[in-house]
């Protein structure tokens, strides 16, 4: 089917909430027939939010053709680059990419755009006209919207009126043979410029500084600062603080952010879309769940979601609104980073049991919309006098602060008349008006007495402390923590699946927190437990304040008592505050639940005591392997002092958003500047225990064979971490065995993931949260696998006994260990054996035609090529080796390093910067370590870790490593790990690629045989000969430009700066970007022609620098793509019109066109579906790219997919 | 006899050999406990053999992965049992498994 839409890009001024803040220079695309309407509405009412101001939201059925007649009124040219679709890059790319014809449209002009949709899902489309990232950007004022792509036979309905709609953010979807449901679209962007009603740019009443940057959702947010001034001022809620009820509609009325309404039990799905050009988002939205991917049922659980720039996924949540215990309500959808979130950028789930017909009211008078129940549904009951229905029954006042639940607090009220009319059969504390715990017939009860206290936190031998640390903890073990006898560590509480739970939960915290260096005095005087994952009534038992729900926190003195249901064996499940948590989250407030298998018995690891709570248990079970279980709790904005009570990276201002403080695992820290002691201070052995001692960081004790699990959490607060554990992998999705297998994951606050997996080896495996900052500033420790048994560790009940000990533990030395005396190898006697000669040595980089270099580089190369690179007769680039399943890979690595050729001698490495700063002097030696394939971590990890012998190198001398490749995990990072702060930014990376057994590897151009490069032709007898591209997407660079002037990006790369804000860039942030040692920065262009639709185009500034990646038309193709480098700042990665499943291993994955939250080990493998030029295999240049407008695009982050149909004399075409 | 494409078929083929053999054997061991896995939810199976009934085996579920689908009868399909396990009183004895103990 055919379908056509006429879009406008337009300049419209964009109100974001009913307080009166606006984008006066917001563009948008809308409907040529809503254009004039819209803009009459907004000349009409200029400081209130016009509904039809929203991102375009458009939609077609799968197999459908899609014909956009594009009209840009904006006055630089403008188009629609769509993602996921198929089309002729000549016609339709929305670009000016390479040698295509230039399909942006200059103001006043129309084009039309030809789209193809062979597959379900977002079809995100944004400007690439102007990529600029400053506020004069496209993209950045609102320029993007979506196709949403719906199961072939299709139909959508408008949720208020009924009847065809054309666009519009909400729909209901119907299908002759599938369930209809509600469509919501939820539109992520981020730093849109904002000023207030007056013109200002918003102030924070708290600090009277500036406030966050805007975060919101489909152009409308609603800032706690906003609501806040209305507290101050006396106009609501006179004993209210602010944040506790910020999200609170009896005193504020409705938020102008969405409110995706719905009855109980109704399908639906959110479709979260990325249309923000910086950071990355945790999608978090209460009481539901959903699959990880939507098309795979044996893929993992979530309830919060971390999305990138340009990303999008589909949110099915299970059993319908309300969930499985049909909780009626409102359920807030929020970003979890709580900066963002107290910004505003949240909204409700608004779930009602009685019809709406649009003559009823909520409490404060607003009318209430119709809503048309789904048609295959059962019909609402009408609200009666009796039983009015949510929200009115809820005995609350206008204007205060929400009541508190019948019930739940213990000397609190019984029901009214109203509520019990709408309450279950058998309401109790904690189960009023949902009964979760019904769901199986007397279900196990577990109770747990918890309270929050304030006490200090010691996070290190040296002394860093959190004085105010505030934490969960069992009533039973407050004396013991408070007294120093039990150490403190975030409450990690275990129970099986199908238990009930019931928590006792006391508030124990001062009324009044004090102010400080990092916040301003702050009245946190109630608290609440908000839970994920497990089934609960959202009315009485959020442990939260939302909406036009009852306040389900206590006062301090209080104790409420609530109730959940496990229904099914979980990951661990996040608990925290949800009251003052921008006040007290990253203080330690913060827990988990674990679901354990049904009739499992959670032992302590010393004594074998029955425990219920520990982030150290074993676990046995009678019917699966019994495991160890290892609970890590990740946080960020730390607000620690150092031992004589110095305040560590304190904000600019009290209560400063602005990434204060450092971090923590579990309330520790372990970092590099305090490991230097050897005699030179090498950093080489850094994460050597004979060395430094054992960190004080989580080390978890296993014996070698033992099962693991590993429950990985953030608790706090706004920043992305990335987790890797060095020589273990588990499947990225634990329920599905076809998944492929990860060693590393990303993670935002209020994730939760488990890893299965197993101690192959003994010896000490490290777990690192590996972007440099957080690694620098202590976030790593240990998996200790024994060989021998050792008297604090029961064995597993269902293995073989460890044998018992001969040898006596290793012990801290102070001196380096020596190097392995015999290199075990994984491999069988007969694999055969691939080896390479590795050389690490000091290069001056060119990064660039426009003469960017490093002059410090630091590259691994083949021996055999060394020469040749230090000749300049061949170009240094990321040493990419490959070897085949079953191979064993025998690396020599060689260091050549000079110290007089490190940058910074002096032993303080100011750019790109981390917090806190301190001597960590250059290292020369070198190692290799590889991500995924099989090795003893004891010889071969390319890393001197724990009390594992010396496995780096230094000046001339040479370390071997034996790898194996067990099985086909495609692309493997590879990294040195000797020296973290002088190595990395100066390109110490690589990859190792396995590949399937029998491949053999060519060079594209020559046809000779390769045993190195990032682009290859792989021949394999029982494969198809594919073009094989490996894209390294490194960040954090250090360069100079041909002046020899150090390049601070991403600030000295912004397009259209106007001023520079010195807070705009977070040190994350810092470092220069790009692919494969290569970058190609928009400035240089755009100060060589300053036209921005001309900047993607070879026709006028030649090819970029970046890797060209060549094939003919129909080409079988995959992209390797990894970041091995070392920022914090997440990256999103696409291919203009190609797509592939969104995990390689498995052809029932989601097919997408895009690749998420890319950050330190990363690593995925790209089988582009229909090879190059997509479906209709079309020549001509495809741009890959980041997703990041804020701060990659600009900063190099790009490249070019040249597809010929034509024989190139250069390349010759693959032998069929 | 020829079947609907005119080739000839011995029977009984060996998958009803294979099948009977299998019925038998639960047949034998009806008013045993047996451990059942199969590839689609539920998955797990613990529980008394009652009866078989042609190619199905009737247990008396016990325990199984959710506690919502126990203590009924189910009616297994032969084909769809992937591994079993009778406790037949000499082998390892099948757990009770409650939940809370």
């Known amino acids: 089917m055919k379908r056509c839409y006429h879009v406008v890009a337009i300049p419209i001024r964009i109100v974001l909430n009913n307080f009166g803040d606006y984008n006066p220079n917001g563009m948008m695309y809308v409907l040529k027939e809503n254009e004039h309407k819209v803009r009459e509405l907004v000349k009409k009412h200029p400081f209130t939010p016009v509904d039809l101001v929203q991102p375009l939201v458009i939609r077609a059925n799968e197999g459908d053709e899609v014909e956009i007649l594009f009209e840009n009124q904006l006055p630089f040219a403008t188009g629609m680059n769509f993602q996921e679709a198929d089309y002729d890059v000549q016609t339709s790319d929305g670009a000016n990419v390479g040698v295509n014809e230039n399909t942006l449209v200059d103001c006043g002009e129309q084009t039309l755009y030809q789209i193809n949709a062979y597959h379900q899902g977002v079809y995100f489309f944004s400007d690439l006209g102007n990529p600029a990232s400053s506020d004069q950007g496209s993209n950045i004022n609102g320029l993007f919207g979506a196709l949403f792509v719906q199961a072939r036979g299709s139909s959508w309905t408008d949720p208020i009126k009924g009847g065809c709609i054309e666009s519009g953010m909400y729909a209901d979807i119907h299908h002759p043979f599938l369930p209809s449901f509600r469509e919501y679209a939820w539109i992520f962007h981020d730093e849109m410029p904002t000023v207030d009603l007056t013109g200002n740019k918003p102030l924070d009443p708290v600090t009277n500084q500036e406030r966050e940057s805007t975060h919101a959702i489909n152009y409308r947010y609603e800032p706690l600062e906003n609501r806040k001034k209305l507290i101050d001022e006396g106009v609501v809620c006179p004993d209210c603080d602010g944040e506790e009820v910020h999200h609170d509609s009896w005193v504020f009325g409705d938020p102008a952010s969405p409110i995706l309404r719905g009855y109980v039990g109704d399908p639906a799905t959110i479709r979260i879309v990325h249309g923000g050009v910086k950071e990355t988002h945790a999608f978090h939205y209460h009481v539901h769940q959903w699959f990880d991917d939507p ?159 304030q006490l200090p936190l010691i996070y290190n031998r040296q002394g860093w402390n959190d004085p105010k640390g505030r ?42 927190a004090d102010g400080d260096v990092f916040q301003l005095v702050t009245r946190t005087y109630e608290v609440g437990m908000h839970i994920h994952f497990v089934k609960f009534d959202v009315l009485v038992n959020d442990g939260a304040n939302v909406g036009w729900n009852y306040d389900s926190s206590v006062l301090p003195g209080e104790t409420i008592r609530y109730e959940y249901f496990a229904d099914v064996e979980l990951k661990a499940w996040f608990f925290h505050d949800h009251l003052f948590a921008n006040y007290h989250q990253q203080h330690g407030m913060f827990g988990s639940g674990v679901v354990h298998p049904r009739f499992a018995k959670l032992l302590d690891s010393c004594s074998g005591e029955e425990v219920d709570s520990g982030t150290q248990v074993t676990a046995t079970q009678p019917l699966i392997p019994d495991y160890r279980d290892l609970t890590l709790m990740v946080h960020d904005f730390a607000f620690l002092y150092d031992k004589d009570g110095c305040p560590l990276n304190p904000p600019k201002f009290p209560s400063s958003p602005d990434d204060p403080g450092l971090f923590g695992v579990n309330y520790k820290c372990e970092p590099l500047q305090f490991r230097l002691n050897t005699p030179e201070c090498d950093p080489a052995y850094s994460f050597s225990s004979f060395v430094n001692g054992d960190p004080v960081t989580p080390i978890l004790h296993c014996y070698k064979g033992d099962s693991l699990r590993i429950r990985l959490l953030q608790g706090a607060q706004e920043e992305s971490h990335s987790f890797n554990i060095h020589g273990l992998r588990w499947k990225s999705e634990r329920p599905d065995v076809e998944s492929r297998f990860d060693s590393q994951q990303h993670i935002v606050i209020s994730e939760s993931y488990t890893f299965e997996t197993y101690a192959k080896n003994s010896g000490d495996y490290l777990w690192t949260f590996e972007t440099e900052e957080d690694l620098w500033n202590g976030l790593w420790g240990l998996i200790r696998a024994y060989d021998e048994e050792v008297n604090f560790l029961i064995p597993l009940p269902d293995q073989v006994a460890p044998p018992k000990r001969t040898q006596p533990l290793p012990e801290c030395t102070g001196s380096p260990p ?54 300049g007769r061949k170009d240094p680039e990321p040493l990419i080796i490959r070897a085949n399943v079953g191979d064993e890979v025998e690396v020599h690595l060689t260091s050549f390093l000079n110290f007089n050729q490190f940058p910074y001698l002096d032993g303080i490495w100011p750019y790109p910067p981390v917090k806190e700063q301190a001597f960590y002097p250059p290292s020369v030696r070198i190692s290799l370590h590889p991500q995924l394939i099989d090795y003893d971590v004891k010889t071969s990890s390319g890393e001197t870790v724990g ?42 990376y690589g990859a190792f690629i396995a590949e399937p057994r029998g491949t053999e590897y060519y060079d594209p151009y020559t046809l000779e045989p390769v045993n190195s490069g990032a682009q290859v032709i792989l021949v394999n007898p029982l494969l198809p000969v594919t073009r094989e591209f490996v894209l390294i997407m490194y960040d954090g660079a250090r360069l100079v430009d041909k002046a020899k002037q150090l390049i601070v990006d991403p600030v000295d790369g912004i397009l259209l700066l106007n001023e520079i804000d010195p807070d705009l860039v977070d040190t994350y942030d810092n470092g220069s970007r790009g692919f494969n040692y290569r970058t190609e920065r928009l400035i240089n262009r755009y100060t060589k022609r300053a036209v921005l639709k001309d900047l993607f185009s070879s026709n006028v500034h030649g090819d970029p620098s970046t890797p060209l990646l060549e094939a003919y038309k129909g080409d079988p193709i995959t992209i390797r793509l990894l970041n091995p480098s070392e920022r914090r700042r997440a990256h999103g990665f696409h291919i203009h019109s190609h797509y592939w499943n969104s995990d390689d291993t498995d052809l029932t994955s989601q097919v997408r066109s895009f690749s998420p939250e890319i950050v330190t080990g990363f690593t995925a493998d790209l089988r582009i579906h229909y090879g190059a030029g997509s479906f209709y295999n079309l020549s001509g240049d495809y741009m890959y790219r980041s997703g990041n407008i804020r701060w990659d695009l600009e900063q190099g982050m790009w490249g070019i997919m040249r597809v010929y149909d034509a024989l190139q004399a250069h390349l010759p075409p693959l032998e069929k | 006899m020829p079947n609907n494409d005119g080739y000839y078929v011995k029977a009984p083929t060996i998958n009803d050999i294979h099948d009977q053999t299998l019925i038998k054997y639960f047949e034998d061991w009806v008013g045993r406990k047996v451990i059942i896995l199969v590839s689609s939810f539920p998955f797990v199976f613990i529980g008394v053999i009652a009866e078989v009934i042609d190619d199905f085996v009737v247990v008396d579920v016990e325990t199984t992965s959710i506690s919502q689908l126990e203590d009924r009868e189910w009616f297994i399909h032969i084909h769809d049992i992937e591994v079993f396990y009778i406790d037949e009183g000499e082998g390892p004895r099948i757990p009770d498994l409650k939940d809370g103990d």
């Open chain 1, 295 to 453: 098309t795979n049922q044996d893929s993992e659980i979530f309830d919060a979601q971390a999305i990138s720039p340009q990303t999008w996924y589909d949110i099915k949540p299970f059993y319908g609104l309300g969930s499985l215990q049909g909780a009626i309500g409102d359920a807030i959808v929020h970003c979890h980073l709580y900066p963002h979130f107290a910004v505003g950028m949240w909204g409700i789930n608004r779930i009602f049991d009685t019809l709406q017909d649009g003559n009823q009211c909520y409490p404060n008078g607003v009318s209430i919309d119709a809503l048309q129940p789904l048609p295959d549904r059962p019909r609402p009951p009408s609200p009666t006098k009796e039983r009015p229905g949510f929200p009115n029954f809820i005995p609350g006042k206008v204007g205060c602060k929400a009541p508190r639940p019948p019930l739940g607090i213990v000397g609190g009220r019984g029901l009214t008349e109203l509520e019990k009319n709408a309450a279950v059969r058998n309401p109790r504390p904690g189960a009023v008006f949902a009964d979760p715990c019904a769901v199986a017939d007397a279900p196990v009860v577990k109770e747990f007495n918890i309270s929050v206290i």
């Open chain 1, 471 to 512: 934490i969960f903890v069992k009533d039973e073990d407050i004396e013991d923590v408070c007294a120093g006898r039990k150490e403190p560590e975030p409450l990690i509480i275990h129970m099986t699946a199908g238990t009930c739970i019931r928590i006792n939960f006391t508030n124990r915290l001062p009324h009044v």
């Open chain 1, 818 to 871: 020596a190097p392995p005396s015999v290199i075990e190898s994984a491999a069988p006697p007969n694999a055969p054996l691939k080896r390479f000669e590795i050389v690490a040595f000091q290069i001056p980089i060119l990064y660039s035609n426009f003469g960017e270099r490093d002059p410090f580089g630091i590259v691994f190369a083949l021996e055999e090529d060394m020469n040749d690179i230090l000749k």
């Open chain 1, 947 to 988: 009390f594992n012998p010396d496995q780096t190198a230094g000046p001339n001398e040479t370390v071997t490593y034996r790898w194996y490749v067990d099985t086909p995990v495609g692309t493997c990072g590879m990294w040195d790990m000797t020296d973290i702060r002088n190595h990395r930014s100066l390109g110490t």
